[in-house]
């Protein structure tokens, strides 16, 4: 495989800098966003770590893709299994009351393959200095983070702060002391927070997330900044509009490819790097162009 030494982890795809995210960690092989998953990632020397993070009652910033516990794959602090009917907020806990449950015992259907492990919803910060560490005692070079903020409108006030500003500044302010700008990316498909960053810190790089719309070039004029990359669910990709994007200075990073065949496909295309459960066959891939 091919390694740009200066600024590996990244690949080289036909003469080209690729990235090999791994989604939520690599939840196809480990427990999704949790430390355990991301320094397996790190050894397996993906170049990014992509992630979620929410905001716990005392404003930590959790590495979670729901703001709540997700009953199929995670118990509560009994260990025993959770209501789907009564979700648990976790923006109505403590840190302290949310490390209690485990998010990594029970057998996830989807992920066969899935290794597991009795592990918790870790801190953002807790992973960044983990992750780091673990690249310096395996000589690697630093990993990058793919930081997604969690947000919706219907959850102002319930399961995230009220105010989209102050979410992006409790994100910010766990990031920023602990990493360079050129190291990590807010991504988010609420387009309040990105708007609200770029105000707030432009040295920022932003990534807009798109699902279930037609997605086309115009969609980047209805935002106020240019954003470094998109990033779509990979089925609403083609040839032309990874063209399209490329000539407007935007990166395209699709979502969440697993099946080899459409790997290959979404590199045949041009695209900027994959975000995959599955970082292994995603390495193979890009070893064999």
Request: charged content about 25%.
């Amino acid at each position: 495989m091919k390694e740009k030494e200066s600024i590996a982890p990244y690949y080289l795809v036909n003469g080209e800098i690729f990235d090999v995210q791994g989604h939520r960690g690599g939840r196809g092989l480990w427990p999704e966003n949790s430390v355990y998953g991301f320094l397996k990632a790190v050894d397996m020397k993906v170049t990014t770590l992509e992630m979620d993070v929410v905001v716990s009652m005392d404003h930590q910033v959790v590495v979670s893709h729901d703001p709540f516990f997700n009953p199929g794959i995670c118990l509560d602090k009994e260990g025993n299994k959770l209501d789907e009917n009564q979700l648990v907020n976790i923006y109505k806990l403590s840190f302290e009351q949310i490390k209690k449950f485990d998010c990594g015992s029970i057998p996830y259907p989807r992920f066969p393959e899935q290794e597991k492990h009795s592990t918790y919803k870790p801190l953002l910060k807790e992973v960044i200095q983990k992750a780091d560490e673990r690249c310096k005692v395996n000589g690697q070079s630093p990993v990058f983070y793919n930081i997604e903020i969690k947000s919706r409108p219907e959850w102002d006030g319930e399961y995230q702060p009220q105010a989209p500003g102050d979410y992006a500044k409790m994100v910010l302010g766990t990031i920023t002391p602990l990493l360079d700008y050129n190291r990590f990316n807010i991504q988010s498909f609420d387009v309040r927070i990105l708007e609200t960053i770029k105000k707030y810190d432009p040295k920022v790089r932003l990534v807009y997330l798109v699902e279930e719309v037609e997605l086309s070039s115009e969609i980047i004029k209805n935002l106020s900044f240019t954003p470094e990359a998109i990033s779509p669910d990979f089925g609403l990709l083609t040839p032309e509009l990874v063209e399209s994007y490329h000539q407007m200075g935007i990166k395209v990073i699709p979502w969440t490819v697993n099946e080899p065949a459409d790997m290959q496909r979404m590199i045949d295309w041009g695209v900027d790097g994959i975000i995959s459960d599955y970082p292994d066959r995603l390495l193979e891939i890009v070893a064999s162009n």
